[in-house]
């Protein structure tokens, strides 16, 4: 254990400055992938008319949307928005998604997780959590589109999630910031009586397609990162890495950095349902609060090596891996000697009230492989077989979790974040991909000036480990998820939906309804014409008072896969889509007057061009 402590704060430094400590090995790597020979070309090529076997979820940072890849081809496929407006689809324009985003504008998406049955990817649905505005959302794998979005309160960034249990029963958000309960003003002074780190239990509701706030817990003032669920044996436990245990309210790069050791937090979730069911948890603004110092049991705290970022369990449910991020190790515990140290007791004191496990009792085993610095993710392959990103050395690392063996390693351009394995976090990985998610992308794409995008590099890891393709991604690929593209089944056009109030499929059912100052309008869009009222002089216009309320309800009538038309109205900021089948409405107040041609966004046809109209402001005087 002493070892790290001085190694750890010589890697502090190199942390900070470790993009420029590796520019040597960019030559080398150049030239393997200039002679990379045919086999490797094949490997990644995807013909016309074929499609990749894989889909990749990447999240999209603080561009708050997540990123659709072909793999093996790397080609980029769609961008789903979530958090962010997007006029490219027009979300965060439209009433739906504006209700959804609940007035902010951005978002910050780290961790996507697939819903998962009997710990394996079923297809379904999407989860994402926001750090920038603390929400959660879900994503219908249907549509590839965002159906709900919460607010999650008494927590300040729900970085470590989304990771969802084996049966989808419960996603866990812990915080990342400690902030007070209700997040009311208290002073720093007073951090470590009356901030807390709340941890959420979100429910999803699938028939409803609703997120819930089952319970929170007020875990102490830490910080709390990467999370992961129990599998198959462990499928009731979860677990989270923890940092500035210190408690320290300024300067975190030093001061959250000072004790040998933070925590895992090892917690049941079985016996925290029990404690809900059992009333023993108190009312905060609504949200059932568990005090883990008063309702003992259920969470337990076991101490790592300091500021651990990911910590990763095992496809067999066996083991969790603590990265250490300033200590160049990897911790592999197991979860069978954490059971039994809970059932005996076998606690070293406890820290608020919550009870620490013995270290020595359930480490398995430490691993250093040599030179190999800043670990921070662990994915694993079809034999178990770790993968651990090594942000510091910009390498990948594969390693037999049951030995501690350094198996295989293989340098990636650079500091890689998280890497993802396919179908990585599932009871059964594939064996077949690792996507290197890399901050920094020096030297592999043509200069875009200053700033550079991230990188993903794809590595053969049937054999000896390979890169063997790259690709450019928007900010900022935190994880990813990949899943067989055949789990994947979508709908190719919206049903009628004959009980949607603002729904008109036929022509002769369009209208414009006054009732006051609020307009309604059912309208169509087809190609290549929109209809607002088939009855009137001219059907394609709308023509309403200066200080209206207009609503427009567009139907696309097409039923026809990828025909979206779009709907915009010039110099009014405006702009929504309808997908095949689709009912969108647009909500505003005409609050300028004057002459504004609208028309349709998205090239649907030939004669899209002409698939235009007016919006006509009468002035009020
Ligand atoms: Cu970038 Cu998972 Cu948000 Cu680690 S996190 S790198
Ligand atoms: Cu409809 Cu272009």
Not at 297 to 323: C, E, M, N, Q, R
Not at 431 to 454: F, M, Q, R, T
Not at 522 to 539: C, E, L, V
Not at 554 to 568: C, K, Q, R
Request: glycine share 8%.
């Amino acid at each position: 254990m002493k070892k790290w402590i001085p190694i750890a704060s010589g890697l502090l430094a190199g942390f900070i400055a470790a993009t420029i400590n590796f520019a040597d090995f960019s030559a080398k790597t150049n030239t393997e992938a200039a002679l990379s020979n045919k086999t490797d070309a094949e490997k990644v090529y995807v013909p016309f008319g074929q499609k990749d076997d894989y889909y990749l979820f990447a999240s999209g940072g603080h561009s708050g949307q997540m990123f659709i890849y072909g793999v093996p081809s790397m080609r980029k496929i769609r961008t789903i928005p979530v958090f962010s407006q997007d006029s490219a689809t027009g979300y965060g324009f439209d009433e739906h998604s504006k209700k959804l985003m609940g007035g902010y504008t951005w978002g910050d998406l780290h961790h996507p997780a697939f819903s998962e049955t009997k710990g394996d990817y079923d297809g379904k649905w999407m989860f994402a959590t926001d750090v920038g505005n603390s929400r959660a959302a879900v994503v219908d794998l249907e549509t590839f589109t965002t159906k709900d979005i919460i607010n999650v309160p008494n927590t300040a960034g729900p970085h470590c999630a989304a990771f969802v249990t084996e049966n989808t029963e419960y996603m866990f958000l812990p915080t990342r910031f400690a902030v007070p309960v209700g997040q009311k003003y208290e002073s720093l002074d007073n951090y470590s009586q009356n901030y807390r780190g709340v941890m959420s239990a979100v429910t999803f509701d699938e028939k409803n397609v609703k997120l819930n706030i089952a319970y929170q817990v007020a875990l102490p003032p830490w910080s709390y990162d990467l999370s992961d669920a129990g599998k198959k044996g462990s499928a009731d436990w979860a677990v989270m890495t923890t940092y500035n245990t210190e408690e320290a309210t300024t300067t975190m790069e030093v001061n959250a950095s000072q004790a040998d050791r933070d925590y895992i937090v090892l917690f049941n979730w079985k016996e925290l349902e029990k404690m809900v069911k059992d009333g023993k948890y108190e009312d905060v603004d609504g949200q059932k609060m568990i005090y883990p110092e008063k309702q003992k049991g259920g969470i337990y705290l076991v101490p790592v090596a300091k500021s651990p970022h990911g910590v990763d369990v095992t496809p067999d449910g066996k083991y969790f891996i603590a990265s250490g991020k300033l200590a160049p190790s990897m911790t592999v515990f197991s979860f069978e000697k954490s059971f039994k140290a809970v059932e005996n007791k076998d606690f070293a004191g406890e820290r608020n009230g919550i009870p620490i496990i013995n270290y020595k009792s359930v480490m398995e085993r430490e691993v250093n492989p040599e030179n190999a610095l800043g670990p921070l993710h662990t994915q694993f392959d079809d034999k178990g077989m770790a993968y651990t990103t090594m942000f510091i050395s910009s390498e990948i690392v594969k390693w037999d979790p049951k030995t501690g063996k350094t198996l295989d390693r293989v340098p990636v351009q650079y500091s890689p974040g998280h890497s993802v394995s396919a179908e990585g976090d599932t009871v059964s990985p594939d064996g077949k991909w690792l996507i290197a998610l890399n901050k920094i992308a020096k030297d592999s794409y043509l200069s875009v000036g200053p700033s550079h995008p991230e990188s993903m590099q794809l590595i053969d890891i049937s054999g000896k480990m390979k890169v063997i393709q790259s690709a450019p991604v928007d900010p900022e690929p935190h994880y990813a998820q990949m899943i067989k593209a055949d789990k994947i089944k979508t709908i190719n056009v919206y049903p009628k939906d004959e009980k949607n109030k603002d729904a008109v499929y036929k022509q002769n059912d369009t209208k414009i309804v006054r009732k006051g100052n609020e307009v309604h309008v059912y309208g169509i869009a087809m190609r290549s014409r929109f209809i607002f009222d088939a009855k009137a002089k001219r059907p394609d216009v709308i023509e309403v008072n200066e200080g209206d309320h207009v609503f427009i309800h567009l139907t696309n009538i097409d039923f026809d896969e990828d025909i979206t038309h779009g709907f915009a109205i010039n110099s009014y900021d405006l702009n929504i889509e309808v997908q095949p089948g689709q009912t969108n409405t647009i909500e505003f107040t005409a609050d300028k007057a004057g002459t504004f041609p609208l028309y349709c966004t998205n090239f649907c046809s030939a004669l899209h061009q002409e698939m235009n109209g007016y919006f006509l402001v009468k002035p009020k005087n």
